[in-house]
């Protein structure tokens, strides 16, 4: 049974730093994992993903630079440092794993939501002005 617990969300002003983690457990034919995104009233939003190996990584334009997903091995997690939050990235954020396979469309894949097999119960992130 795959299992995404994320962890990490809370509230935090402008320009601080959040680190939210993700315990994966149970998905052996998974190949991504990835971190999603949803406001109010808005589509949700992928924010990062990375192949199970770590060899591919791929961020939404408006987190590059500021996110860093990566991968702990002594933990099962799947971590994302989020740093210069701003009120914009206020939403609930959702790990997801996926099994699809890795070829050369994977970067274009790997932020849709439609594609993943498996998803967390989602975070809250709030970030104040």
């Known amino acids: 049974q795959v299992q995404l617990v994320e962890s990490g969300g809370g509230s935090v002003e402008a320009g601080r730093s959040l680190r939210l983690s993700c315990a994966a457990s149970?998905?052996?034919?998974?190949?991504?994992y990835g971190w999603f995104r949803q406001a109010p009233g808005k589509e949700q939003e992928g924010v990062a993903a990375m192949t199970r190996s770590g060899g591919r990584i791929v961020y939404a334009d408006s987190v590059k630079g500021r996110f860093t997903i990566s991968r702990d091995d002594t933990k099962n997690t799947v971590d994302l440092q989020m740093n210069s939050l701003q009120p914009g990235d206020t939403a609930v954020y959702y790990c997801?794993?996926?099994?699809?396979?890795?070829?050369?469309?994977?970067?274009?894949?790997?932020?849709?939501?439609?594609?993943?097999?498996?998803w967390g119960q989602g975070t809250q992130v709030t970030v104040s002005s």
């Open positions: 149970g998905c052996r034919g998974c190949s991504t």
């Open positions: 997801a794993a996926a099994t699809f396979w890795i070829d050369d469309r994977w970067s274009t894949k790997a932020l849709l939501p439609d594609v993943f097999d498996f």
